[in-house]
């Protein structure tokens, strides 16, 4: 992201965050896919990953407590882990290994085939989030991505992804977590916990 061109602030923030959620509007259906899936994978007794540097292992972490916790109906308990979140761990595996291993070596102790990483990334070139990504297919691990305007590396080394299309890094965040938001309420659709409200349009299904 550019940090030389003038700061979006006020009503230009705003107004770049309207643009860009209007684009994310063509993800919708992807989404709600990804929730329906994400659903049968956990109830099935599979487990989702998260990985991100930032603002994107502080969407990660909230990714991961909206399924362990609840989005907001009451419901059972999923398996979720963040991978950002245990300082002890993280420190080993960087000392140990080198800060591009932080995220792959949980993948390859924690993903089993069958089971999901979410992979955020503003730039979509992360390293650390790239290695997880790769680790995650050797393991037989199904990969998305939520990233910033294609083309980028991380939305490519994906099973799938969504990548939003605005140039400042906090728009492209502000959509990640209405993105969040959308996978979480078509889980707990589909795990039976809330009742889909539909729009006047139809059915997303």
């Known amino acids: 992201m550019n940090g030389n061109a003038p700061l ?5 923030h705003l107004e770049a965050l309207a643009g860009a959620l209007v684009a994310v509007e063509a993800d919708v259906e992807r989404v709600d896919a990804w929730g329906r899936r994400l659903a049968g994978i956990l109830m099935g007794g599979g487990r989702l990953l998260a990985a991100g540097n930032g603002g994107s292992a502080a969407q990660a972490q909230h990714l991961t407590s909206e399924l362990v916790g609840r989005y907001r109906d009451d419901r059972p308990a999923f398996s979720a882990i963040a991978l950002c ?12 290994y080198g800060a591009d291993e932080v ?3 949980q993948v390859r102790a924690h993903g089993r085939p069958g089971d999901v990483l979410v992979a955020l990334s503003t730039s979509g070139t992360s390293t650390n989030v790239l290695a997880a990504v790769e680790a995650a297919r050797d393991c037989g691990m ?11 590396p991380l939305a490519d080394a994906c099973a799938d992804a969504v990548c939003a299309d605005a140039p400042a ?3 492209v965040q502000e959509v990640h977590q209405v993105v969040v938001h959308l996978l979480c309420a078509a889980f707990d ?3 039976g916990a ?3 409200l539909r729009s006047a349009e139809g059915t997303n299904r």
Do not use: K, Y
């Open 8 to 12: 979006p602030t006020g009503r230009a």
């Open 85 to 96: 979140c245990e300082g002890a761990g993280l420190t080993c595996i960087t000392n140990d």
């Open 103 to 105: 995220f792959a070596r």
């Open 142 to 152: 199904i990969a998305w991505a939520l990233t910033g305007r294609r083309p980028n």
């Open 169 to 171: 890094t906090a728009t």
């Open 189 to 191: 659709c589909e795990v």
């Open 194 to 196: 809330s009742l889909a």
